[in-house]
């Protein structure tokens, strides 16, 4: 009998024992499924945040000589005859404020040190808007009127990556280097002469690639740039149209310049228009190839003012007249 209650008690330690350690087991499985759930949560608020705060960038290289594009903005640049020699690198940077492109060149890169990372290897950068910038402390409007809707800004780093360290602490004794200085110039020439890419000016032609015309360069007649104004279509059906200048014209500044001063108005070379509409009368421009037309179109050609700055007289109607001369016969592509 003694026996008999032994066993009945020893059994039940066991079976307690057996209850104690599955029930051990479930709470354990538990507490681990919501441990893992809670790391996962962790872990994607965290990548969540990181990546809405961390900036995605795409690094290219410019493979073309002479001419550097950015397709997905629709802009295209003649790369400065002092870079011909070296690599023109731009990297495309998104952040919570847009998009921009970091332009670097493979010399300044080879410098070293603060030239091989951001921000300071950001040698020139460029920025766009669909309104125009009021002001720009901090850059230089490069288009006015706008570039298929975009105005485009251009602006550097404070600091020169040759003469601070990764954390833009200046380097004691340390000087601008001559391959830096000397190529930010050059980049900043070349995105200065930023035009759309339906305008392209080699092997001696200016083509507008939207109208499938181009226009014969006369011998002489340097840096040619077109400016598209588009506009909708009208009851004589004329739409978008160019307006043409130089680049040493632009240099001389007040109205000649690429950019309004104040109130003032740009004041082109030469203009050109087109209609899908033959035109008897026209009081303020001369019909392009006789009014005989081009590709379906006809084209017709307005005349700038010469005086848009005070200095360089001489220039501004040279090349007004060689470019009104062009424009007055069009081509198809």
Same mark, same amino acid.
């Given at each position: 009998?003694?026996?008999?209650?032994?066993?009945?008690?020893?059994?039940?330690?066991?079976?307690?024992?057996?209850?104690?350690?599955?029930?051990?087991?479930?709470?354990?499985?538990?507490?681990?499924?919501?441990?893992?759930?809670?790391?996962?949560?962790?872990?994607? !608020?965290?990548?969540?945040?990181?990546?809405?705060?961390?900036?995605?960038?795409?690094?290219?290289?410019?493979?073309?000589?002479?001419?550097? &594009?950015?397709?997905?903005?629709?802009?295209?640049?003649?790369?400065?005859?002092?870079?011909?020699?070296?690599?023109?690198?731009?990297?495309?940077?998104?952040?919570?404020?847009?998009?921009?492109?970091?332009? &670097? &060149?493979?010399?300044?890169?080879?410098?070293?040190?603060?030239?091989?990372?951001?921000?300071?290897?950001?040698?020139?950068?460029?920025?766009?808007?669909? +309104?125009?910038?009021?002001?720009?402390?901090?850059?230089?409007?490069?288009?006015?009127?706008?570039?298929?809707?975009?105005?485009?800004?251009? !602006?550097?780093?404070?600091?020169?990556?040759?003469?601070?360290?990764?954390?833009?602490?200046?380097?004691?004794?340390?000087?601008?280097?001559?391959?830096? +200085?000397?190529?930010?110039?050059?980049?900043?020439?070349?995105?200065?002469?930023?035009?759309?890419?339906?305008?392209?000016?080699?092997?001696?032609?200016?083509?507008?690639?939207?109208?499938?015309?181009?226009?014969?360069?006369?011998?002489?007649?340097?840096?040619?740039?077109?400016? +598209?104004?588009?506009?909708?279509?009208?009851?004589?059906?004329?739409?978008?149209?160019?307006?043409?200048?130089? +680049?040493?014209?632009?240099?001389?500044?007040?109205?000649? !310049?690429?950019?309004?001063?104040?109130?003032?108005?740009?004041?082109?070379?030469?203009?050109?228009?087109?209609?899908?509409?033959?035109?008897?009368?026209?009081?303020?421009?001369?019909?392009?190839?006789?009014?005989?037309?081009?590709?379906?179109?006809?084209?017709?050609? !307005?005349?700038?003012?010469?005086?848009?700055?005070?200095?360089?007289?001489?220039?501004?109607?040279?090349?007004?007249?060689?470019?009104?001369?062009?424009?007055?016969?069009?081509?198809?592509?």
């Amino acid at each position: 009998m003694l026996y008999n209650k032994l066993m009945i008690k020893n059994s039940s330690k066991r079976t307690g024992s057996a209850h104690l350690i599955i029930i051990t087991i479930i709470v354990l499985a538990i507490l681990g499924a919501l441990g893992f759930v809670f790391w996962k949560n962790i872990t994607a !608020s965290t990548n969540k945040s990181k990546s809405s705060s961390d900036k995605v960038t795409q690094t290219k290289q410019d493979t073309t000589p002479n001419y550097i &594009t950015l397709s997905e903005w629709g802009v295209t640049f003649k790369v400065s005859d002092e870079l011909k020699s070296t690599r023109v690198t731009y990297t495309k940077n998104q952040s919570a404020d847009g998009v921009s492109y970091a332009f &670097t &060149t493979k010399r300044i890169h080879d410098l070293g040190g603060s030239c091989t990372t951001r921000p300071f290897e950001d040698t020139q950068i460029l920025t766009r808007f669909t +309104e125009k910038p009021i002001a720009t402390p901090d850059g230089e409007l490069l288009n006015d009127p706008a570039i298929d809707g975009y105005y485009y800004v251009l !602006s550097a780093p404070a600091a020169s990556c040759s003469i601070v360290d990764k954390n833009g602490t200046p380097l004691q004794g340390r000087k601008v280097s001559p391959v830096e +200085e000397s190529d930010r110039n050059a980049l900043k020439s070349t995105l200065e002469s930023i035009q759309s890419k339906n305008v392209e000016v080699s092997n001696g032609y200016l083509t507008l690639k939207d109208w499938s015309v181009k226009f014969k360069i006369p011998e002489g007649l340097t840096g040619v740039k077109a400016y +598209e104004h588009p506009f909708p279509e009208n009851s004589k059906g004329f739409s978008n149209s160019y307006e043409l200048t130089t +680049e040493r014209v632009e240099a001389l500044g007040q109205w000649c !310049s690429a950019i309004t001063e104040g109130n003032n108005t740009v004041t082109r070379l030469g203009g050109i228009s087109r209609s899908s509409q033959k035109q008897n009368e026209y009081a303020s421009a001369a019909p392009a190839n006789d009014n005989n037309s081009v590709g379906g179109y006809y084209y017709y050609v !307005s005349g700038g003012q010469a005086t848009c700055s005070d200095e360089g007289n001489d220039l501004q109607l040279q090349d007004l007249r060689a470019i009104n001369d062009m424009l007055m016969h069009p081509v198809a592509e």
